[in-house]
């Protein structure tokens, strides 16, 4: 027994392995999407700097793993089997969620999951117990007070940071707008030393003022001279700052690569807790049980000696720090999670990543309300000077790719790393992801950056983050009790299976992943096209981009049409249900592409963008009347396949085949000529088309008269499907037609 719980430990630790490159692939975001998003650096100059600030912060994250031994439950009432059943739940549940999470893109919290994953697997357990011993209660088998006020630390940090992250960047747009430079002068110096005080005094003089590995005279001395410390460093950090002023320096890209270090230093100091916590836990667990069991059973041994403090070893810490390190430099899901929290606050247009929902149109009709509200309240004049302090004209930046300024990204990073430097203090896991993710959003907002163009999309993709914050509390909570519950009384043999199932998922998961990125790889025209500032290769590129767009939807459509056709015609419902899902997914597609091509339109040359707008337009709505003709010819065909109703009889089989034969050719012809954008078959292919439609017409006259004549209605349902189908090749071919006409005019 005692050598099966030696292979869960190590499994443990290898989990916290996997984890460190999970949760940092997701949190990375945290501290890196300010400095990408502003391009104050290349991207490895970034990373560097991040990763001396995680080491850091690793190193003195000690105190933090508490939370995992005693914050959540009571281990003085539980035995080493139960205790060792609940750590290796929450980490098989915890891999697999933030897995998930990261795989879509979405950044979620590793403290949450952390916490209410604890929360699960020891409230179920703690119920069972009490079913068995109904002197118990919750307040012996949990910590409920603590529980609690970690919970609502989490959730309030969320408000906090958006509205100070609003307030504090409304502030500092009027008084440096965007052209900084200019507006800098005097100011700058005072900002850089009020960050770098605010750095200083929750990180070096709370963190390290904690830190084990100073003396208690350090200590001592830092704690009654708070005051004169932090009046030293405000004047020497503004003499400093100023110095640096008038050598030209960029201040605001000191304190944001500053910001990143701190942040950086800030998320390893509270969060390491979630990656290694319960794994060592376990491990002590298993150490205490070897060394002092004395015969005891693994179900009669309780585990008091977790309600001490931690006594991580350095060494586990700075290992921890190096593999967070290596996984946020060479993780590419990390990258992809960076690219949601960025677009999501970039100052200009771009591709939005969200579409439009009812309650973000509700969220922002009412904001639009309270804001012309605002307006008519405050003078005309005063309005006026603030709207010219947040004017975008003569911007400092015009560098391509920067999705804000550096105002904005010095706002975002100093003031998350001095919220979750709090938290870290005060021993509460604040989530990182939660303070970071919503001070960038409050400060977007408060600059502008959400347009009417783009606030529906901006503010969608909020609620879905945040939703799926609340969805990972549940989630983790729910799974996690499960999980325990079927460990609890499957013994060994459900662990292993579990162990098993993680294994296999993350494989799966991992090739997955990489199929997804494979084929996102082909979106490039797009990226490119937004980097450009020269309208007319933006125009050459955009024709290149509209014509892989309107080439992809034939071929598409041409599979389609085909499956419907076999479907039908084979009494195949799965592969009709198959097209369904594949029309509507497509239709989503579409709109994304209209978007994007939309925004590139807007960056042509004025005269081209008028002139060929019409075509574009034409081009896009065939392209989704392609998907809304197959729908239609599609819903009555799979619900008369469904119904398992009447086969479809040989003799319409046989009279649409040379149909369909043609109008593959004239699909594929097609298709060539849009993707060459060479247009010389050009006439030929109408006028096929138009034959065809003739023949269409001809051939669904001679079905209404066969329908009149027939004796009998066993055949009237199916009669009418394939009626439809005729009816709707006409429309099918009518889009053909009219996308091939658009494309022509586009690009020629």
């Not at 200083?200 to 005051?227: C, R, T, V």
């Not at 907002?445 to 609340?470: H, M, Q």
């Not at 294994?503 to 997955?512: D, G, N, Q, Y």
Request: with cysteine.
């Amino acid at each position: 027994m005692e050598t099966m719980y030696l292979c869960i430990v190590v499994f443990l630790l290898c989990l916290a392995v996997f984890d460190l490159f999970v949760g940092v692939s997701n949190d990375a975001v945290n501290f890196l999407q300010s400095a990408v998003g502003a391009r104050v650096a290349n991207y490895r100059t970034i990373v560097i700097i991040a990763s001396i600030g995680v080491g850091l912060g690793a190193v003195m994250s000690s105190g933090m793993m508490d939370v995992a031994r005693h914050g959540i439950m009571t281990p003085s009432q539980y035995s080493f089997s139960e205790v060792m059943t609940i750590f290796l739940a929450v980490m098989v549940t915890d891999v697999i969620i933030l897995d998930v999470f990261n795989t879509l893109g979405m950044p979620t919290s590793t403290t949450v999951s952390l916490v209410f994953e604890l929360l699960g697997g020891t409230f179920i357990v703690a119920c069972i117990k009490m079913a068995g011993d109904e002197q118990l209660g919750f307040s012996d088998l949990m910590n409920t007070e603590q529980a609690l006020k970690v919970i609502i630390a989490i959730f309030v940090s969320v408000a906090i940071a958006f509205v100070f992250g609003a307030i504090v960047m409304w502030i500092s747009r009027v008084v440096f707008t965007f052209n900084y430079k200019k507006h800098s002068r005097y100011s700058i110096a005072l900002f850089g030393g009020i960050a770098f005080t605010a750095l200083s005094y929750f990180i070096f003089m709370k963190g390290l003022g904690k830190s084990p590995y100073l003396s208690d005279q350090a200590k001592d001395y830092i704690e009654q001279n708070i005051s004169l410390l932090l009046l030293a460093t405000f004047v020497a950090s503004t003499v400093m700052m100023e110095v640096l002023h008038l050598l030209r320096v960029n201040i605001f890209k000191f304190v944001v690569l500053m910001g990143t270090f701190a942040l950086a230093m800030a998320f390893a100091g509270n969060d390491l807790v979630n990656f290694i916590g319960v794994p060592l836990a376990g491990l002590d667990s298993y150490q205490v049980f070897s060394a002092n069991a004395d015969g005891a059973s693994d179900t009669a041994f309780m585990m008091t000696s977790l309600m001490e403090s931690a006594k991580t070893s350095p060494s586990w810490l700075l290992g921890a720090g190096a593999i967070m390190i290596i996984a946020m430099a060479t993780s590419k899901k990390a990258q992809n999670v960076i690219k949601t929290s960025v677009d999501l606050s970039r100052q200009d247009e771009g591709d939005e990543m969200f579409g439009s929902s009812s309650a973000a149109r509700a969220i922002v009709r009412f904001a639009q309300s309270i804001g012309g509200n605002v307006n008519t309240a405050v003078p005309h004049g005063i309005s006026n000077w603030i709207d010219s302090r947040f004017s975008e004209k003569n911007t400092d930046e015009v560098q391509a790719d920067v999705a804000f300024d550096v105002v904005r990204a010095a706002v975002n990073l100093v003031l998350a790393s001095m919220l979750i430097t709090i938290g870290t203090n005060l021993k509460l896991p604040l989530s990182t992801t939660y303070v970071a993710f919503m001070v960038a959003m409050g400060s977007s907002l408060a600059d502008r950056a959400w347009g009417r163009e783009s606030a529906v999309f901006r503010v969608t993709g909020v609620l879905s983050v945040i939703g799926g914050w609340f969805i990972t509390a549940g989630a983790a909570f729910i799974a996690c009790a499960i999980v325990c519950v079927l460990m609890f009384y499957g013994g060994i043999f459900m662990k292993v299976v579990f162990m098993a199932l993680v294994v296999f998922l993350l494989i799966r998961s991992e090739r997955k992943y990489k199929q997804k990125m494979a084929q996102e790889s082909n979106g490039n025209v797009f990226q490119l096209m937004m980097r450009t500032r020269d309208p007319e290769l933006v125009w050459d590129m955009l024709q290149r981009q509209v014509s892989n767009t309107q080439s992809h939807v034939c071929r598409f459509a041409l599979e389609q049409f085909n499956a419907i056709i076999d479907g039908f015609q084979n009494e195949q419902i799965k592969e009709l249900r198959h097209t369904n899902r594949e029309l509507r997914s497509e239709s989503d597609i579409l709109k994304k592409y209209r978007r994007q091509e939309m925004l590139g339109l807007k960056r042509c040359p004025p005269e081209t963008a008028i002139e060929r707008n019409t075509w574009f337009h034409l081009g896009a709505n065939c392209s989704q009347q392609f998907i809304y003709s197959l729908r239609r010819m599609l819903d009555p065909i799979r619900e008369h396949i469904g119904n398992s109703f009447n086969p479809v009889p040989q003799e319409f089989i046989n009279e649409f085949e040379p149909i369909q034969l043609k109008i593959n050719e004239l699909m594929k012809q097609s298709e060539t000529l849009i993707s060459t954008r060479r247009f010389e078959n050009y006439r030929s292919v109408l006028t096929d088309a138009d034959q065809v439609k003739d023949e269409l017409s001809v051939l669904r006259k001679r079905h209404l008269d066969r329908m009149q004549n027939a004796h009998g209605n066993s055949d009237f349902q199916v009669s009418v499907v394939y009626l439809n189908l005729l009816q709707e090749t006409q429309q099918f071919l009518n889009a053909m037609r009219h996308q091939l006409r658009a494309a022509k005019k586009f690009t020629e």
